[in-house]
């Protein structure tokens, strides 16, 4: 059974729907969150009823973190959205969906190593680094400016990691290097080997940064990584996010650039 992971949709009810449509079209069932439903976009709520809903589980994000708790170093846009979107899961007039809300966000794990359905080995799940699960980087440029960073991360892993937290898809191996989805080939496809490490960044579903506008997730096979785009109508989020006083215009228009 193929495992599709999304991450970091941060408020984008209009990316995700698209998204999860998509993944019901290639007929994978199991989906994964790694994090980051809420923060910068306009559609806290509904992104969190919809990863309740279709996920078998979500790990804690940094904004997930931030809303519960406290937006801890964010820039200005980020804080704001934070605080913004903890005033919509208070403001919610049914109680029981509201403490339901909370309590599903409260109990994320930080990090899950699984063996998933068909695949003889464990995969590592975390929303920003193995060493720092909710909030470390992990840059495609480290490869050449912190190899030393690299080695400590893979030292962590048995065999795979799947992550988040930078929007930017691709694959960081132990040699090291880092593959964007654009060098593994016409299918987009990283395939496991026995004799490699590696750091899988499935990207952003609402808020990608590699240029490509649109929604970025991975499907899990028992041999293989498949990344996945899709498209969506970024104006219908854009403008939602610029009609909300709190959110800054600036993130609803970095979305047309994917950046």
């Not at 809903?53 to 820039?75: A, I, K, Q």
């Not at 903890?86 to 966000?105: I, K, P, T, V, W």
């Not at 499907?219 to 996010?241: G, K, L, M, Q, S």
Request: charged share 30%.
């Amino acid at each position: 059974m193929p495992t599709a992971v999304i991450s970091d949709i941060h408020g984008n009810a209009e990316a995700l729907q698209r998204v999860l449509e998509d993944i019901d079209a290639r007929g994978v069932e199991r989906i994964i969150c790694l994090g980051d439903i809420v923060g910068y976009g306009p559609d806290p709520l509904q992104c969190v009823d919809l990863v309740r809903d279709r996920c078998e589980w979500s790990l804690m994000g940094n904004h997930d973190f931030g809303v519960l708790y406290e937006p801890t170093n964010f820039n200005p846009p980020a804080e704001s959205s934070a605080f913004w979107s903890r005033e919509q899961l208070d403001a919610e007039s049914d109680d029981d969906l509201r403490a339901g809300r909370y309590e599903f966000l409260g109990r994320m794990r930080v990090r899950v190593l699984e063996r998933m359905p068909g695949m003889d080995l464990d995969i590592l799940a975390v929303h920003g680094s193995p060493r720092r699960p909710i909030n470390e980087y992990v840059f495609p440029q480290d490869v050449d400016q912190a190899p030393e960073k690299l080695e400590n991360l893979f030292e962590r892993i048995d065999r795979v990691c799947i992550c988040g937290h930078t929007h930017q898809p691709g694959v960081f191996t132990d040699e090291p290097d880092f593959y964007p989805p654009s060098e593994l080939g016409e299918d987009k496809t990283y395939r496991f080997s026995e004799e490699e490490k590696a750091i899988i960044n499935v990207g952003s579903v609402g808020q990608p940064r590699d240029e490509d506008p649109r929604a970025s997730y991975v499907v899990i096979y028992p041999d293989r990584a498949e990344f996945c785009r899709v498209e969506y109508d970024i104006e219908v989020t854009a403008n939602r996010i610029k009609a909300i006083p709190q959110l800054h215009d600036w993130l609803g228009e970095r979305l047309y650039q994917g950046r």
